[in-house]
């Protein structure tokens, strides 16, 4: 049981590049979540999904697009990276079977724009 | 809004010593808090949360949070701090969905031998 995972851990990108960021969980979540951490801002939610092909937009969505085509899988993607999305990326699941159930986080991608 | 202050970025306290984090929170109906704790170069994992009754909440390796309402403050607390509690610690506040969380800036804990 591994949780949720991200891949990759750590990546390099020229401004304009693009990238897709992977998470995966095998708890059978129904929602999945990905934050920015940025230095004395907490984490801010990007965007998230409630269920298998649908997403809606978080606090700070502007930038990137996701898809969740598998209930496993969502996928975070940034078309065109800025410097500003610097940034080490979360991924997070949570089952909705109760209120508030807790969300189990990766351990992180760290993405540096260049 | 939801928002959450962590007013403290950085604090450092003796191995043996006891230690409280602040967390002051603005939310509009019954606040569900969350204390996260993240290890350098880690994720992040639940220490404790508050939904409802008993304002004391115990969590893992031997936290425990009070939740005020009259002060909008959900305080981490440990009586004695080991060095391997130093790590970030994240208060959160979640909407009554259950769907968003919104976090504070963080506190950073050292531990000083």
């Known amino acids: 049981n591994a949780g949720v995972t991200q891949t990759p851990k750590f990546r390099v990108l020229k401004t304009g590049q693009s990238m897709t960021l992977l998470c995966a969980q095998d708890?059978?979540?129904?929602?999945m979540y990905w934050y920015r951490q940025d230095p004395g801002m907490g984490l801010r939610l990007i965007h998230y999904?409630?269920?298998?092909?649908?997403?809606a937009k978080g606090e700070v969505p502007d930038g990137y697009n996701v898809s969740r085509l598998k209930k496993q899988n969502f996928l975070l993607g940034l078309e065109s990276a800025a410097p500003s999305q610097t940034s080490v990326y979360f991924c997070?699941?949570?089952?909705?079977?109760?209120?508030?159930?807790?969300?189990?986080f990766g351990p992180g991608t760290r993405l540096l724009v260049l | 809004a939801q928002s959450v202050t962590q007013p403290d970025i950085h604090i450092t306290v003796s191995e043996g010593a006891s230690l409280e984090l602040r967390c002051n929170y603005s939310?509009?109906?019954?606040?569900?808090l969350f204390w996260y704790v993240q290890s350098p170069g880690q994720g992040l994992q639940l220490l404790l949360k508050?939904?409802?009754?008993?304002?004391l909440v115990q969590g893992i390796k031997g936290f425990e949070a009070e939740f005020k309402r009259s002060q909008s403050s959900f305080n981490l607390r440990k009586p004695s701090v080991h060095w391997s509690d130093a790590a970030e610690y994240f208060c959160?506040?979640?909407?009554?969905?259950?769907?968003?969380?919104?976090f504070g800036g963080g506190t950073r804990l050292m531990v000083k031998p």
């Open positions: 997070a699941s949570s089952s909705p079977d109760s209120i508030q159930e807790t969300q189990y």
């Open positions: 708890m059978n979540h129904e929602y």
């Open positions: 999904s409630v269920g298998e092909g649908t997403t």
């Open positions: 939310y509009g109906a019954t606040p569900y």
């Open positions: 508050y939904f409802s009754g008993d304002t």
């Open positions: 959160a506040v979640g909407n009554n969905a259950g769907n968003m969380l919104t």
